[in-house]
């Protein structure tokens, strides 16, 4: 049975993209590989695990987001990314009607013919007069969640300069401190220290709250190695809240 996501992950997904906006440039060319020296190059580390060719700034392709609750119930997301054109896409199932949500070079667009709609839902659904400012948010919480740790390089941000080695999901791993030049929410990344695959995440709001993001199986796709599934859980990193199964598909 689909369901549709809850208020407060909504809430939650929505408050994380502003964030994420600040990450939508272009991404420096990596240094070659070494032993990582600071937060920075940790990230370089991963990413160059993750993208060992580069190519993230310019990723394109269509990716299908299932998510479960604990309870069993579910709802998909369709996604299509196409980085280099700036160009994205997202439909979803809402009161049993296609949700269809589009950004292209000439803006932002939506259609959804569920003739029993009410103003606040095509407003918050990106059909009134300023669909972007729904839509772009979506888009750039896609594009960030599955393109970490590459889009951690693509802005100014500061970093924890002392990395600590900390437990994440029961495995030793380097956690790196990244703070938002704008915003309210401090990222920490999980990254094993001799693979240096990114094995969680965590965020962190201004009043304390969060939560923790583990990557529990990967999958190779085009040039890259890409998350398969990732848990949602509270900062307890026991309470979990969504498990998003992530399929790519070939173009």
């Known amino acids: 049975m689909n369901r549709q996501p809850s208020i407060q992950h909504l809430l939650s997904y929505l408050a994380l993209a502003v964030a994420m906006a600040v990450f939508m440039s272009c991404q420096e060319e990596l240094p070659k590989p070494g032993e990582p020296n600071g937060a920075r190059e940790w990230i370089e580390a991963s990413a160059r695990y993750h993208d060992p060719e580069s190519r993230w700034q310019a990723f394109s392709g269509a990716f299908e987001v299932k998510s479960i609750f604990p309870s069993g119930g579910n709802y998909t997301n369709e996604i299509y990314l196409n980085r280099a054109l700036d160009t994205f896409s997202r439909t979803i199932e809402s009161a049993g009607y296609p949700l269809v949500q589009v950004v292209g070079p000439s803006g932002c667009s939506a259609t959804w013919p569920n003739p029993d709609a009410t103003e606040a839902q095509l407003r918050n659904n990106g059909l009134s007069e300023d669909p972007c400012g729904n839509i772009l948010p979506r888009r750039d919480y896609y594009d960030f969640l599955v393109g970490i740790p590459m889009v951690a390089l693509e802005d ?44 969680a995440a965590k965020f962190v709001r201004n009043g304390g709250s969060g939560e923790w993001l583990y990557y529990s199986s990967d999958t190779s796709h085009q040039f890259y190695t890409l998350k398969q599934t990732q848990e949602w859980y509270q900062l307890d990193g026991i309470t979990k809240i969504i498990t998003d199964e992530i399929r790519w598909k070939t173009p």
């Open 156 to 199: 100014d941000i500061s970093f924890r300069q002392n990395p600590d080695l900390v437990d994440a999901f029961g495995v030793a791993c380097v956690e790196i401190e990244l703070t938002f030049t704008t915003g309210s929410i401090v990222w920490y990344l999980y990254i094993h220290p001799r693979t240096y695959r990114l094995r």
